[in-house]
């Protein structure tokens, strides 16, 4: 489908059923051929689809189809383009005919974190690092300058919030309107590339790989592929946010959109577009019932993973899709994932499902949809609740048995199915749920109760099974909301600039996220699916759990509390007698090195008396607002 370069020129195909004719018209060996005419026109066969060659074709030219229809003609834009042209007045962007092998990928040796070993670190390109952010998009390119940032972070796998083209310059991303081609606001003008063109080979030199020339980097789609293969060669896979429930609302305004690509009769009903449904869920929803609409979000997932190597894919929505198309969605899920995952079984396919369903993640043999994983919200709605409880004070009543319930999500095959978060950009975009350090802090995010609380937050996220996910900005403590148009919201951005002169309560906090991702890296138990919640006490605001390697051991003991007193000599059952090594102390971080943290020196002996249903119990430091974590071993 849609534009590509083969030997002396370059085949094109679209589905246009109702058309009385398609003509491709474009900007060809440096001459203008914009008008429809017998030497541009395709071919008809008995599908609907219209295909033909047209000789001189090469990369970088500019194209669209141009049809005839039932209800007028004129140009439309190339639902497979791979990329388009920066026009200002975007709806009449021309597509570029691209060679998909024009970048040199250095990543053939890397390969992804296994599924239970992801902690994953979402993001938006358009607002999350580069110069004068307030009024210039960023762009794919500036991520680099925190790559290194990321990679000392720990986590291994980055989740940009959805990169393809959406009409206007600011977006969450989640009205995209032409799905093959990246954002091009995200891209930088080839007259502004030098420095990132040194940015980029000073990253690959530094790993053994050559340059990239400036031809190279110049090409718009390269970059987002330059972003993807230096992920790669340091480590992080990439997951990409798409959206097949929806379109973007302007779809249907846009004249040369494929709302009515056809151009068919009647482009006032709604009725009666090519591709979608009369449902909307913040744009038109995809008419899921016909076979060609169905395959041009399959053909763009398998796109995404052979074209750009990413690593995985989180669907938005899933549950529009089932619910608004209620005899097609499920059959459609299916379908999308068993083609996936037999054109490359290696990446995660993410469902966001809501309510929660763990029928989504069963595999199609069961009569599951397919999907490899689903965003929870378990630990996001439980711990919230429990932190805003203890913003109450020492005499408010915090109910820590509904985290209990939910650290191992009910119903799943797998813990690791679940994707679990604190902040996610639905939680966190301005006008919505406060921050964590906002929310611990009652009304002051640079306390000791909001650094404190918001450690144990993080502590039951990073420690619990499942997929942990950040937001950008809550590994440093950031307190604002955050918003895709900072222009417009003022004072959203993350706060970069707090943690690079030295902000004390951000720099603490930094180093505890980091430390503590380094934990779940360097324990496996806390990555594997075992978890035994044997203690919690509301009164004392404590809860304690066991993570354990089945057959292996490794064992861990996580003591968390939100106890705004330190709690000495407190008796915990333990899995078994013996040394335990103190490998974590959250109150440790604490206007580092804290001073005055209360702990266990290092060691815990436990004794042969049994507790709390365990073999052996032993007596405990446990410091206020804190998470502790005990283990067999030191890690590996």
Excluded at 134 to 143: M, P, S, T, W, Y
Excluded at 501 to 510: A, N, Q
């Amino acid at each position: 489908m849609g534009a590509n370069l083969i030997a002396d020129g370059a085949t094109f195909r679209c589905w246009a059923p109702g058309a009385n004719a398609v003509h491709v018209v474009g900007r060809f060996n440096g001459g203008d051929r914009w008008a429809p005419d017998e030497d541009n026109r395709l071919v008809r066969d008995g599908h609907g689809y219209w295909a033909g060659f047209l000789s001189g074709v090469r990369d970088g030219d500019e194209y669209k189809f141009y049809v005839f229809g039932r209800g007028g003609e004129g140009p439309k834009r190339d639902p497979y383009a791979r990329e388009l042209t920066t026009n200002p007045a975007y709806p009449f962007s021309h597509g570029i005919v691209r060679d998909p092998n024009s970048y040199p990928w250095h990543d053939a040796g890397y390969r992804p974190p296994a599924f239970n070993d992801l902690i994953v670190y979402q993001f938006h390109v358009g607002t999350f690092q580069g110069p004068n952010r307030e009024q210039r998009v960023a762009k794919f390119l500036d991520v680099l300058d925190r790559l290194d940032y990321l990679v000392a972070l720990g986590v291994n796998a980055v989740e940009p919030l959805p990169i393809v083209e959406f009409a206007s310059p600011r977006s969450l991303g989640y009205d995209g309107s032409d799905i093959f081609s990246p954002e091009m606001d995200f891209h930088v003008e080839r007259d502004a590339i030098g420095p990132y063109l040194n940015k980029v080979n000073s990253l690959l030199g530094r790993k053994g790989q050559g340059p990239l020339t400036r031809e190279q980097l110049a090409i718009p789609i390269n970059q987002l592929k330059a972003l993807i293969d230096l992920c790669h060669i340091y480590g992080l896979a990439v997951i990409f946010d798409v959206v097949y429930n929806h379109a973007g609302f302007q779809i249907a305004g846009q004249d040369e959109s494929l709302w009515f690509f056809d151009r068919r009769e009647g482009a006032d009903n709604p009725n009666n577009s090519l591709y979608f449904t009369n449902q909307t869920h913040t744009g038109p929803v995809f008419a899921f019932w016909k076979r060609e609409v169905r395959q041009l979000l399959i053909d763009n997932a398998a796109f995404l993973v052979r074209e750009y190597h990413i690593d995985g894919l989180r669907y938005d929505q899933i549950s529009v899709i089932v619910q608004q198309n209620v005899n097609d969605g499920w059959s459609f899920c299916q379908r999308l994932t068993g083609t996936l995952r037999y054109v490359d079984p290696t990446p995660i396919q993410i469902a966001e499902y809501w309510p929660v369903d763990p029928w989504i993640t069963r595999d199609l043999f069961e009569g599951g949809a397919g999907f490899d994983a689903t965003w929870h919200d378990g630990l996001r709605d439980t711990v919230r609740t429990a932190v805003a409880q203890a913003v109450g004070g020492r005499e408010a009543q915090v109910n820590l048995r509904p985290i209990a319930a939910s650290l191992y999500p009910p119903g799943f095959t797998a813990a690791w199915r679940a994707v679990q978060c604190l902040e996610s950009h639905d939680e966190v975009y301005t006008g919505r749920a406060l921050r964590i350090a906002a929310l611990a802090g009652g009304g002051d995010a640079r306390s000791w109760y909001a650094r404190s609380r918001s450690r144990v937050a993080a502590g039951l996220l990073l420690t619990a099974p499942g997929i942990p996910m950040l937001f950008m900005g809550q590994e440093f403590l950031e307190d604002k909301p955050w918003s895709d148009n900072p222009a417009f919201d003022r004072g959203t951005l993350i706060w970069w600039e707090g943690l690079e002169r030295g902000e004390k309560p951000m720099v603490d906090y930094l180093r505890f996220s980091q430390e503590l991702i380094a934990l779940r890296r360097r324990q496996p138990a806390l990555r594997g699916e075992w978890i035994n919640v044997f203690h919690v006490n509301d009164e004392a605001r404590v809860i304690a759990f066991h993570r354990w390697l089945d057959g292996i051991g490794r064992d861990v003991v996580v003591v968390a509390t939100l106890s705004e007193t330190t709690h000495y000599d407190y008796t915990l059952g333990m899995p078994r007698g013996g040394i335990w090594f103190e490998v974590f102390n959250s109150d440790v971080y604490d206007n580092w090195v804290n001073p005055m943290t209360a702990g266990n020196g290092g060691t815990v002996l436990a004794h042969g008396v049994g507790f709390h249903g365990l073999p052996a119990s032993a007596r405990l430091v446990i410091p206020a607002n804190s998470v502790m974590v005990l283990a067999t071993d030191r890690g590996d």
